[in-house]
């Protein structure tokens, strides 16, 4: 629950609702999708925190609701890479804040991330670790296999897995399976479709043996204008042996209003309305996440989540609200974010790597930071992306949502010009290096 917890904050964090897989591949790896991302966060991150309640029932019925703080700490090696993350939770009854897990992070001589290790601190002092994956690379530089070690608890030897990947020629995955080193059988996989470099189906199959791999899952991904119109989940029928529909997504996007929607159906002989996410973006930035549900035939108010910005851009606040008798209140369940920065002139350019989150160096100066302005426009913008500022550039990348560099350009002045009349819509994330630092930010296409 705390590893899905932090995941999807650290996602609202660094890159929005839109970029979600993105942010939680980089800091707890799964899969081999994304090849690189710079998000539009500016400053190297050392504190997350955020509050959260607990419901416990005690043996005979008895109910508690208590509020839990919790809190992440960063450290980066020299090179700025990611070393490891302490997570702390505080102690009502001590009134003190107390370690709990730490997360750590190895690299190659190529900055490839080799090892990544979660581990429990005991009474004792000793950590206790609790899962260890090793990575492997191909001649391409993806993830072929990712070896797993599980502590299974006192009295039970460690569990071993693998997830395997393997890819087309285009380079594509087109299978994703789990492996049981201890059994020496596979458990499930994953199989990927593609069409013009879109994903258009993923299969999910289980091994059940003597039979085989089973179906179970099937998902189906429609596009328009280069962007996910819906995706339909159909299940496998065995006894009917067909697939039939289970649940549907289709996805609306409004550039004019700033906001898109994710409208969540279900299957009843008909696609019934449940629930409705509406994102509302302004300036680039998710100011506004709320869901709303299907009630008497209209869409109703339901929950909601307040982002806000400093001056400079960084998230620094996420907070939930519920709709309830006509107005907007604090949830009771409430997590609310708060996120702190090493200083003011450390960059972060959050370059995500073969599964790695790469932070830059801090090598800008107060100095250059305030006078090295660099501005984008227009943002949103069609048919031409501007990137200005107020000393040359050395470099500029532009990265598409998936993290796929579509622009590289090393140039010698304070101004460049890019056609996009050729790329779909959607968000992109730019790059700029200078003499003295490395700037990040997105700019959206209609």
């Known amino acids: 629950m705390k590893k899905t917890l932090l995941s999807l904050i650290l996602v609202c964090l660094f890159h929005g609702i839109s970029s979600a897989q993105v942010f939680i591949d980089a800091f707890f790896p799964e899969s081999p999708y994304y090849e690189g991302h710079c998000s539009y966060s500016n400053y190297q991150l050392d504190t997350l925190y955020w509050k959260e309640w607990h419901n416990y029932y005690s043996p005979n019925g008895a109910f508690f609701h208590t509020l839990g703080e919790v809190k992440y700490v960063f450290s980066y090696l020299p090179d700025g890479h990611v070393h490891q993350i302490m997570e702390y939770a505080y102690a009502q009854a001590y009134n003190q804040w107390r370690q709990g897990y730490r997360y750590s992070f190895d690299y190659d001589e190529d900055g490839r991330l080799t090892s990544y290790r979660s581990e429990q601190q005991k009474p004792n002092g000793q950590w206790q670790f609790y899962t260890i994956k090793e990575y492997t690379y191909d001649d391409q530089v993806r993830v072929s296999v990712i070896h797993q070690t599980s502590w299974m608890g006192e009295g039970h030897e460690d569990g071993h897995y693998e997830y395997q990947y393997e890819y087309d020629e285009d380079g594509h995955l087109v299978s994703e399976a789990y492996f049981l080193n201890d059994l020496d059988i596979y458990f499930s996989r994953y199989l990927y479709e593609y069409e013009n470099d879109e994903l258009t189906s993923k299969y999910y199959q289980r091994w059940l043996s003597p039979t085989g791999w089973t179906d179970v899952d099937w998902f189906l991904f429609s596009y328009e204008n280069g962007k996910v119109s819906d995706w339909i989940h159909q299940r496998w029928d065995t006894l009917a042996q067909n697939w039939h529909n289970y649940e549907k997504e289709t996805y609306e996007y409004h550039p004019e209003e700033e906001r898109a929607y994710i409208i969540s159906q279900s299957w009843d002989n008909e696609w019934i309305n449940r629930y409705r996410a509406t994102n509302f973006i302004s300036h680039g930035r998710l100011v506004i996440d709320s869901t709303q549900k299907w009630q008497n035939e209209k869409w109703v108010d339901f929950t909601a989540c307040d982002y806000t910005f400093d001056d400079a851009g960084n998230f620094i606040e996420a907070r939930w ?51 090295n302005q660099t501005t984008v426009f227009p943002n949103p913008g069609t048919n031409q992306l501007t990137i200005q500022a107020d000393t040359p550039f050395t470099d500029v990348i532009v990265y598409d949502m998936t993290g796929r560099q579509i622009f590289s350009q090393s140039v010698s002045e304070t101004a460049i010009h890019i056609n996009t009349a050729s790329w779909p819509s959607g968000v992109y994330f730019w790059k700029v290096h200078n003499s003295s630092s490395v700037q990040c930010g997105k700019w959206v296409k209609n």
């Open 321 to 371: 609200k519920d709709y309830i008798d006509g107005e907007w209140i604090d949830s009771d369940y409430n997590i609310k974010t708060i996120v702190s920065y090493n200083d003011g002139v450390s960059i972060l350019c959050d370059y995500i790597q073969s599964f790695q989150a790469r932070y830059s160096s801090t090598n800008s100066t107060p100095e250059s930071h305030i006078t």
